[in-house]
């Protein structure tokens, strides 16, 4: 059975992480700040967005170089920070046209750096960039149908694949670097996928197998790429091992999975074996 380690309390409520190659824990939070803490879980430096009277933050990926980029979401942009929280720059702005953002959601990027960057709010989309914010191309569409999107809210790269928690739809497109649509995660030959309940966030592990937090189920659910559920753990609510409308995930190079266990407004952290 997964081992559950000491939950980390954090007042405001936590929405995305990221692991930086220092194993440092990166979180974004309701409060519009970015907190760091050391693999010890002591908060070692924290900063605030440069506005947050509209809206706070969703997805971030940290650059080889240290680098933070921010999805910031109500302001229609990405936001760049260097590994101390100094701005270094901002790319997109509102609109439906190449490097515009209605709200961009979540970011991951691939071994060259490429950003992909997933948006929601009716223009429902994937934009590709280069690591310093060039626009490069674009994929999917907002709908029900193959290869469409209702919120997509969480992205990691494989092998020259991505993975995309389409939020809405309760399910998981793969789709290739270029825009390829590739199918569902899980398909079974009798149509049926992944048993997911808004799947707000996926994350790879170092075993290869790829991690997804449930917001609606209050669980996480381990799955190998081509689509084989291998562990799940949790329930809704707010004792020990249990999650309240989980928002998002991410896996450090040990196997640790970490978990914003948002309405519960604490991080966890936890193994499954």
Same mark, same amino acid.
């Given at each position: 059975?997964?081992?559950?380690?000491?939950?980390?309390?954090?007042?405001?409520?936590?929405?995305?992480?990221?692991?930086?190659?220092?194993?440092?824990?990166?979180?974004?939070?309701?409060?519009? %700040? *970015?907190? +760091?803490?050391?693999?010890? &879980? /002591?908060?070692? =430096?924290?900063?605030?967005?440069?506005?947050?009277?509209? !809206?706070?933050?969703?997805?971030?990926?940290?650059?080889?170089?240290?680098?933070?980029?921010?999805?910031?979401?109500?302001?229609?942009?990405?936001?760049?920070?260097?590994?101390?929280?100094?701005?270094?720059?901002?790319?997109?702005?509102?609109?439906?046209?190449?490097?515009?953002?209605?709200?961009?959601?979540?970011?991951?990027?691939?071994?060259?750096?490429?950003?992909?960057?997933?948006?929601?709010?009716?223009?429902? %989309? *994937?934009? +590709?960039?280069?690591?310093? &914010? /060039?626009?490069? =191309?674009?994929?999917?569409?907002?709908?029900?149908?193959? !290869?469409?999107?209702?919120?997509?809210?969480?992205?990691?790269?494989?092998?020259?694949?991505?993975?995309?928690?389409?939020?809405?739809?309760?399910?998981?497109?793969?789709?290739?670097?270029?825009?390829?649509?590739?199918?569902?995660?899980?398909?079974?030959?009798?149509?049926?996928?992944?048993?997911?309940?808004?799947?707000?966030?996926?994350?790879?592990?170092?075993?290869?197998?790829?991690?997804?937090?449930?917001?609606?189920?209050?669980?996480?659910?381990?799955?190998?790429?081509?689509?084989?559920?291998?562990?799940?753990?949790?329930?809704?609510?707010?004792?020990?091992?249990?999650?309240?409308?989980?928002?998002?995930?991410?896996?450090?190079?040990?196997?640790?999975?970490?978990?914003?266990?948002?309405?519960?407004?604490?991080?966890?952290?936890?193994?499954?074996?």
């Amino acid at each position: 059975p997964p081992s559950l380690m000491s939950p980390r309390n954090l007042a405001p409520t936590p929405r995305s992480l990221a692991v930086n190659a220092g194993d440092e824990l990166i979180v974004l939070d309701t409060a519009g %700040r *970015v907190v +760091v803490y050391n693999p010890g &879980g /002591q908060v070692v =430096r924290q900063w605030h967005m440069l506005d947050v009277s509209v !809206g706070k933050p969703e997805g971030l990926t940290v650059l080889n170089d240290g680098r933070i980029i921010v999805c910031d979401t109500h302001y229609h942009r990405l936001v760049w920070f260097d590994r101390e929280g100094h701005w270094l720059r901002n790319v997109g702005s509102k609109g439906e046209g190449r490097g515009q953002f209605i709200y961009p959601v979540a970011i991951t990027s691939d071994p060259q750096e490429n950003l992909y960057v997933c948006e929601y709010g009716g223009h429902d %989309r *994937v934009q +590709v960039f280069s690591r310093e &914010g /060039q626009w490069l =191309r674009e994929f999917g569409s907002f709908g029900t149908g193959d !290869g469409q999107f209702q919120r997509p809210s969480g992205i990691v790269w494989r092998e020259g694949l991505l993975y995309i928690a389409d939020a809405i739809n309760n399910r998981v497109l793969i789709y290739t670097e270029q825009g390829e649509y590739r199918g569902l995660l899980g398909m079974e030959a009798d149509g049926r996928t992944l048993d997911l309940h808004l799947p707000y966030d996926i994350a790879l592990g170092p075993d290869h197998q790829l991690y997804i937090v449930e917001y609606g189920n209050g669980r996480i659910t381990r799955v190998t790429p081509d689509g084989r559920v291998t562990g799940r753990f949790g329930k809704t609510g707010s004792r020990r091992g249990e999650f309240a409308t989980p928002w998002g995930l991410t896996v450090d190079a040990t196997g640790q999975v970490f978990v914003a266990d948002t309405k519960n407004r604490r991080l966890v952290a936890l193994r499954l074996e």
